[in-house]
């Protein structure tokens, strides 16, 4: 998300927070910096499986990185305005971009960059944040009070200004939900019947009846609320329908079962723990994303993409169908 005050204190979960020597080791391996970007708000990351690559953003740098996890290069591109989010299209070589006030479709390979076709209205009051494609191949947007000023330093977030959209392949968009503090966290269960979508301000995120037939949603309410360990960033889901989500100046990933229990806290080395999605060959690799905090300025892989070996798997990610 976009950087949020770090005044929020972290506080101990001694019955909840599990340690890299109790139940947590059943599910990962100790995380690993593999590459110390030092993001000032590391986020959007995207497991390319055709490359073999992760692609993630920095949004206030105006950046996108790509690390290459057969010989571990890093490479980067700047763009004019805030990079929020990077999605996979139907065509291996097109990426849909999110940045602050519209949608790119972006080829990495020639760097070409051509309008999608959306654009937020009021901006640069409001920006774009998180998203993610769903079953249907349509692409989800949420937007919040813009808290990136033009030269990329930090404003302010807060309020209700965002709004939810689902953008169809022919082009169509439908407001889904407004009045959101700062729109994270999109994901679908393995049976598609289920959408997570969350509100870092509010410290919820929500479950919602999806149809996979016309991408519609009814909301059932809230799927996990109130944790304290932070606030709710960006989410992966596993193909046994568990949500690891990942937490807002709170050190750690909680992994969230399908009846909204949690299930594991798994520990990050880092405050902001902000996205992450499952790759490698197996996808059983997670990615995690992370953001700079001017509390720590001793941490020196604050802000790096970091990884953690699973012994379960993710699921794929869904494309945006834009080609016919």
Known sequence: MGRLSDD???????CLALTWNTQAMAFTSEPKCCAPTGD???????????????????????????YDSVNGSVKSWQFEEPVT??????????????????????EPASDARRPQGFTLPNWPAVRLNDAGVDPRGSLWVGSMRNNVNPDGSEGEAGGNDGILYRIDPDGSVAVCEERIGISNTFAWSPDRKKFYFGDTLANVIW??????????????????????????DGSAIDEDGFLWNCRWNGS??????????????IEMPTRNITNCTFGGKERNILYVTTAASPRDPGDRLAGGLFTLETQVRGLAENRFRVFS
Not at 8 to 14: D, G, P, R, Y
Not at 40 to 51: A, D, M, T, Y
Not at 93 to 105: F, H, K, W
């Open 85 to 106: 989010t990077i999605l996979p299209t139907n065509r291996a070589d097109t990426l849909a971009v999110c940045l602050g006030s519209r949608i790119l479709l972006w």
């Open 40 to 66: 000032r708000c590391g986020e959007g990351v995207l497991w390319h499986s055709e490359e073999q690559a992760v692609y993630w953003t920095d949004i206030n740098r105006f950046l996108i990185h790509r």
């Open 207 to 232: 479950v919602y009846a999806y149809d996979a037939q016309t991408g519609a949603i009814v909301k059932e309410g809230p799927h996990f609320a109130g944790f304290s360990r932070g606030l709710p």
């Open 8 to 14: 929020l204190s972290k506080s101990s979960l001694t």
């Open 252 to 265: 750690c990933i909680v992994r969230v079962s399908p009846k909204g229990s949690i299930d594991c806290v």
